[in-house]
């Protein structure tokens, strides 16, 4: 009885060893995300349009994906100035005078123009506008540390590239 006790144990203890795998060179290849950036240009805020602007994506994006939305602000040097939202603007007095801000769902982004009498807001900050909005997969926050307000550097961080913006209309 003791040696069948015996083996038993023994065959128990090799079953449920368990396995190990040196993984710290171990590189994960995701291939079933995708980065990508869509321009929408010409975007305006009005009180017909409740100041906000539906942009809906020329496709579905995944649950997962993460939403970073930029407006173009200007130029400096020739080189896009790209602001991430929610960006606000102040009166000289330190009081909110306009804000950009945004939701989104797996199909569009929804941009919201608020603020104090939005109506007599310059016609640089509500007409005429263009903002680019950066499907971020779900893997890639986990694993990276960018400065996400940094579109030069969420771009170089997904590897993208100018040649890679889809345009909208």
Not at 28 to 51: C, K, L
Not at 97 to 119: I, K, S
């Amino acid at each position: 009885m003791k040696k069948i006790t015996l083996l038993l144990a023994f065959i128990g203890m090799i079953t449920l060893q368990s396995c190990s795998k040196d993984s710290s060179n171990a590189t994960p290849i995701d291939n079933d995300t995708i980065s990508e950036v869509f321009e929408y240009t010409n975007v305006n805020f009005t009180v017909a349009n409740g100041f906000s602007q539906l942009l809906t994506y020329p496709h579905s994006i995944y649950t997962s994906d993460m939403v970073l939305v930029y407006r173009l602000s200007g130029y400096f040097q020739g080189e896009k100035i790209w602001k991430p939202l929610p960006e606000t603007y102040f009166f000289d007095d330190g009081t909110l005078d306009l804000r950009y801000d945004f939701d989104f769902t797996r199909y569009d982004t929804e941009l919201h123009m608020e603020g104090f009498d939005l109506p007599s807001v310059a016609a640089g900050y509500s007409v005429g506008q263009t903002f680019r909005v950066v499907i971020v997969p779900g893997y890639f926050g986990k694993q990276n540390k960018v400065n996400l307000t940094d579109y030069t550097a969420v771009m170089t961080a997904l590897n993208l590239k100018e040649s890679n913006v889809i345009k909208v209309q």
